[in-house]
């Protein structure tokens, strides 16, 4: 089955750059989604098929996604930034179809 | 767009439980759906998803042959029904819907807020 890997943490300091990674077996063929969880609360989804940003979702949210890594990069981090991240793509097999999601990354604000 | 579970509860191992997703705001038929778990402290693991027209439906080979995902688009609500139900199914579940029409394949763009299953005797 396919898998995605995710670091478990990633710290920044307010301001910084934060780049959270997605690795997987040809990951730059796939379309990856990329979800925000902060606590108590249900997943969002900041970016999609890669690098597009759903309405309402800041600029400073990106992805890129080629070769065997896909990339969150969250620009000028803001304490309310503070989440988990989940990457996530579809995984055809055969007759079936699954989705996939990473292991999720914590980011912490420092 | 609005998505509300419900059914969540305490069941004891072995046991049943039907989950219901009320949605509103979109043209439900449209949209695929899926249904997404989280164990409490854990990731996100994706569960089941049907099509537009709930004639396509997909499994999880964790939940396979125990869970039954369908709608009913003239109630616009979601629905899966969990049998021979597991402590490994504690978790709480979410709906999600297709970001895109018509498509299966797609990005989950909207959730609900979930609904809590414990499995415990």
């Known amino acids: 089955s396919y898998v995605l890997t995710q670091p478990p943490s990633v710290s920044v300091a307010p301001g910084q750059t934060a780049r959270i990674t997605c690795g997987g077996n040809n990951i730059g063929s796939k379309s990856l989604h990329w979800y925000q969880q902060k606590p108590g609360q249900a997943p969002v989804l900041v970016v999609y098929?890669?690098?597009d940003r759903p309405s309402g979702i800041p600029a400073r949210f990106s992805g890129s996604n080629s070769g065997n890594t896909a990339t969150l990069t969250i620009s000028w981090v803001e304490a309310g930034d503070e989440a988990d991240y989940y990457c996530?793509?579809?995984?055809?097999?055969?007759?079936?179809?699954?989705?996939?999601f990473g292991g999720g990354t914590k980011l912490t604000v420092l | 767009v609005q998505l509300l579970e419900s059914g969540g509860g305490l069941v004891q191992p072995g046991g049943s439980l039907r989950l219901s997703c009320a949605a509103s705001g979109f043209t439900f038929s449209n949209y695929a759906m899926s249904w997404v778990r989280q164990a409490p402290g854990k990731g996100l693991e994706w569960v089941s998803a049907?099509?537009?027209?709930?004639?396509?439906?997909y499994y999880a080979d964790s939940v396979k042959g125990r869970f039954t995902i369908s709608r009913d688009n003239s109630k616009n609500t979601l629905y899966v029904e969990m049998n021979s139900l597991r402590a490994e199914d504690t978790a709480v579940y979410y709906c999600a819907k297709a970001g895109i029409n018509v498509a299966v394949i797609a990005p989950l763009d909207y959730w609900g807020q979930g609904t809590l299953v414990t499995v415990s005797s």
């Open positions: 996530q793509v579809w995984e055809p097999s055969g007759a079936r179809l699954y989705v996939v």
């Open positions: 049907i099509s537009g027209t709930g004639a396509t439906t």
């Open positions: 098929d890669d690098s």
